[in-house]
């Protein structure tokens, strides 16, 4: 069970996204609890401002620290070292080890960062972590709180079923996935892969870490040097590249 409070001034984005398919399903059996925190209903103005013109000059609008802030107090916390996250393109990189690692905690708090930033303030001394989801930017965080919603959430027990564990990712693996099939055995004339049908287990699986490996080699070869090979493995690589 896990706890995510999303502080955005946009809560109707997301909708669609915790509204079906596994997320929703964990949601409804109480195993992921997804609190939405409008910021525009703690803001003390007549305009309900959370988002100003920045000092100093130029361009943009600069979301403010107050409406920011009291939303943060009006959510209990969970544990004492609560990770409160600021989704920008300025954060640390979200790994699939990040996840891992944020899935262990009761709660996490996602503030999604707007308009050309959030105040400074906010950085120094509301939020302990920053995290991009990529190098590229976004119009807003919201769509970054729902990457990180969704990847941590399928790391919790019960979210995902027996068949679709976690365990054997890609990225959790450290290596790609190897290709998956299933029937017709032939269609178009396209076949499935005469060992997959062999029902010979000990070359199945050695076909597919070798399949793992050599995609990994071919599409992300930066994940391979930290993969840690057997020798064994190292040799099959070698003996491909020999073929080619
Ligand atoms: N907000 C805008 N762009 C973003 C990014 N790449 N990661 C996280 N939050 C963002």
């Known amino acids: 069970m896990i706890r995510f409070d999303i502080l955005t001034v946009f809560p109707e984005m997301f909708a669609s996204v915790l509204g079906c398919s ?102 120094t001394h509301l939020v302990n972590r920053e995290i991009s989801i990529g190098d590229y930017v976004l119009t807003g965080g919201e769509l970054s709180a729902m990457v990180v919603v969704d990847a941590v959430s399928r790391l919790i027990p019960g979210v995902l079923g027996n068949s679709e564990s976690a365990g054997s990712d890609s990225f959790s693996m450290g290596v790609l996935e190897y290709p998956h099939y299933t ?41 391979l040097a930290e993969g840690g090979l057997t020798e064994k493995e190292e040799r099959w690589l070698a003996e491909e590249a020999d073929e080619e």
């Not at 409406?67 to 609560?82: E, F, G, K, N, W």
């Not at 178009?188 to 793992?212: C, D, M």
């Open 183 to 223: 029937r017709p055995a032939e269609y178009r004339g396209w076949k499935v892969p005469e060992v997959l049908l062999s029902g010979n287990h000990r070359e199945i699986e050695a076909w597919r870490r070798k399949q793992s490996l050599l995609r990994t080699r071919e599409r992300r070869p930066d994940l």
């Open 22 to 123: 596994l997320l929703k399903k964990a949601s409804d059996r109480g195993v992921i609890d997804i609190r939405l925190h409008d910021i525009r209903s703690h803001t003390e103005d007549k305009h309900r401002m959370t988002d100003d013109a920045p000092y100093g000059g130029g361009g943009g609008m600069v979301m403010k620290v107050d409406p920011i802030d009291r939303t943060l107090q009006s959510i209990p916390r969970m544990a004492d070292d609560v990770p409160v996250i600021l989704l920008t393109p300025q954060g640390e990189p979200f790994r699939q080890r990040t996840a891992e690692k944020l899935a262990l905690y009761p709660q996490l708090i996602l503030l999604c960062g707007h308009y050309e930033g959030v105040d400074e303030r906010v950085r």
